[in-house]
């Protein structure tokens, strides 16, 4: 490496020992696409001498071959490591970087700056202390300028330097200066981000990066460096409560048990009162267990194993809190959403929601809004796509603990997975916990769903019947309910279009409808199973991640999917009810195997080829299955 500190010849453990008790800041560049992010790291890098003499000649080549600076080194070329940014001049992934300086450690993250890339920035900034925002002093406030502010505010990052890049272009013209300032100032007041330092500069020359230049003699604040050298780190989580995600039950052996995890917040001492949550029990911690021996106490920032005093169930998930000002525990919340998946958010649909080390099944029940970062209105909204932003509400299938992203970025904050790709499609910041959460419960009942079957000798279940319209579900559930009833058993058959003309009439068939479509009848099955029924479900149901829901709903013990396998073609040569018909004409719009896709079942319990067999045989070849099983 170029730089080499005097310590390192004089003392190498006392090198070593100053460098590992820095402070580590984390901080990333975000702003419009071409402000000079990648050249600004790049700067960086180079300046604090962090670049060995072998990257520098291949740094020199590349700049030469496909470099933007006419042969002059190109900096953008350190953090541009995909051929496609480097093509394209462009920063597409995220790129961390680390570097130091006599004074502090620093991991940078270089985000994207175009619109479609904004989920890759979101992930940038979600573990950041600081940002830098960048602007082109020759074009100023941009939309993604706003778009990047917004999220960094969102993102609770309240130490920010607005970098007006590439002064030299502008001949470092106060006047310019001072009206991007400004404009930038204005945008800033309206979303609440205050504070932030503004510095002229020139990324590729190094003005104004480590030394104050005598180009801009009219600006008197620090350079860059400086400002990240001195720039405060939280340590106010300290001072909040204490807050520990339970991460692992560490049992080694029979004569040891204790719960690791992360202190998010807060300090513990051997003896102090402490709550496991969601369970609310009690305990005294003992001892807090290291490699390196026990503590007398641990810190927010600090991994640690906690023993208790008595044997409470801690889970993996749970969270271990100050017994007097434990967090909240609800499982529907308000909450802030950024999506990040090419395909939309649905209202209904179920996903996982990951909080720490706790998963929960979680569903969108209402988007309130979603917001114009440009403009900052507030829109009606049914989804959200792709880097949309919106405030929605959220119900889950357990309570789990959590505060407020604003008071605890690890308790509030929380990612949505899709349950059959395993894609991370969203992120999130919880707000507070619906006052309903907190005032409905669960009424306990002496008749139960085993009493009720019992009277009703049988055994309850959904056999639910999915295929294409004019497949034939509805004849032959209809035809089975007969079978049933002929043996004695109760029933209850949910026809789809039956179904539209009361509970469901006020749906139509969008995506979003047809998915509350299926959660609603879910539901509806699961009462009736409660009451001892066997319930038949005719609905086209065509999506897989409903149709799962469906099935964890209920229980997969009494949840039988039946897939009345028809060809579009087929189906359409039935068309009984013209609806094909009026589909290919244009008449009828979402309508599945037309304009709508189907999603065919990959594990059903029963397939019936309706090419190979009557509705008849197929009704008694699934009676034949219910009946041996």
């Known amino acids: 490496m170029s730089h080499q500190s005097d310590l390192i010849a004089q003392d190498i453990e006392a090198y070593l020992h100053a460098h590992e008790h820095k402070s580590l800041l984390r901080f990333l560049t975000c702003g419009s696409v071409d402000d000079g992010k990648s050249t600004l790291i790049g700067r960086l890098l180079y300046d604090s001498k962090m670049i060995f003499e072998d990257q520098l000649a291949a740094l020199e080549a590349d700049s030469r071959k ?11 070329l350190l953090v541009d490591g995909l051929a496609a940014e480097r093509e394209q001049g462009i920063t597409i992934d995220v790129a961390y970087r680390f570097f130091s300086t006599d004074k502090r450690k620093f991991i940078v993250a270089d985000t994207p700056g175009h619109e ?12 950041a202390d600081a940002a830098i925002i960048l602007i082109d002093a020759r074009r100023g406030v941009l939309t993604q300028t706003r778009r990047h502010s917004y999220l960094v505010n969102l993102l609770g990052i309240r130490h920010v330097v607005l970098a007006i890049n590439k002064m030299d272009l502008v001949d470092w013209s106060q006047e310019v200066f001072d009206q991007i300032l400004a404009d930038y100032s204005a945008f800033a007041e309206q979303i609440g981000l205050t504070g932030f330092t503004a510095i002229p500069m020139s990324a590729l020359k190094g003005d104004n990066i480590t030394e104050r230049s005598d180009k801009a003699p009219w600006y008197a604040g620090p350079p860059l460096m400086r400002w990240l050298e001195d720039a405060p780190i939280e340590d106010d989580l300290r001072e909040q409560p204490f807050r520990m995600p339970v991460q692992w039950v560490n049992r080694p052996n029979l004569d040891f048990r204790g719960f690791s995890g992360f202190v998010s917040a807060g300090v513990v001492r051997p003896g102090d009162k402490v709550k496991a949550l969601p369970s609310g029990r009690e305990s005294t911690v003992t001892r807090i267990v290291t490699m390196g021996g026990d503590l007398a106490e641990a810190v927010a920032g600090q991994s640690v194993t906690l023993t208790l005093a008595d044997e409470i169930d801690v889970s993996r998930g749970d969270v271990l809190a100050v017994a007097g ?11 802030t959403l950024v999506w990040f998946d090419d395909e939309a958010m649905l209202p209904g649909r179920p996903y996982l929601l990951k909080l720490g080390a706790r998963t929960v099944a979680a569903q969108v029940t209402e988007p309130k809004y979603k917001v114009n970062v440009n403009t900052l209105e507030q829109l009606a909204a049914k989804r959200l796509e792709l ?3 919106g405030v929605v509400n959220l119900s889950t299938d357990a309570p789990f603990a959590f505060d407020a992203y604003a008071e605890d970025k690890d308790l509030g904050g929380f990612i949505l ?25 669960w009424q306990a009942l002496d008749i139960d769903k085993r009493s009720r079957a019992a009277a009703k000798a049988q055994k ?24 049933l009833l002929a043996d004695g058993k109760h029933t209850y058959l949910l026809d789809g279009d039956n179904v539209r003309h009361g509970l469901n009439k006020d749906l139509g068939f969008t995506d979003e409808d047809r998915v509350e479509n299926i959660r609603r009848v879910a539901e509806v099955s699961k009462l009736m199973v409660d009451a001892g029924l066997i319930v038949l479900v005719s609905f086209i149901s065509p999506f897989r991640a409903e149709r799962r829901m469906a099935r964890e709903l209920i229980g997969e013990l009494e949840f039988v999917e039946v897939f009345v396998d028809t060809p579009i073609a087929e189906a359409e040569r039935r068309d009984v009810k013209g609806l094909y018909k009026k589909a290919r004409a244009g008449e ?10 189907y999603e065919a079942p990959e594990h059903a319990e029963i397939h019936i080829d309706t090419t190979a067999m009557t509705p008849e045989e197929a009704a008694e070849a699934i009676h034949a299955r219910l009946a041996a099983g």
């Open 66 to 76: 496909v470099g933007t600076q006419g042969g002059d080194i190109d900096f953008a």
């Open 116 to 127: 479609q890339y904004t989920r890759n920035m979101v992930t940038g900034a979600s573990t």
């Open 325 to 335: 000002q434990p967090p909240s525990v609800a499982d529907q919340f308000e909450a």
């Open 387 to 389: 880097n949309e932003i």
């Open 417 to 441: 997975v899709d349950r059959i790709s395993n894609r991370t499609v969203g992120a999130g910041m919880l707000h507070f916990a619906l006052r309903r959460s907190q005032n409905i419960h």
């Open 460 to 483: 309850p279940r959904v056999v639910w019947f999915t295929g294409l319209s004019g497949a034939g579900k509805s004849t032959i559930a209809n035809l089975l309910e007969k079978r």
């Open 588 to 597: 009828l719009k979402n309508f599945t195997g037309i304009d709508s896709p």
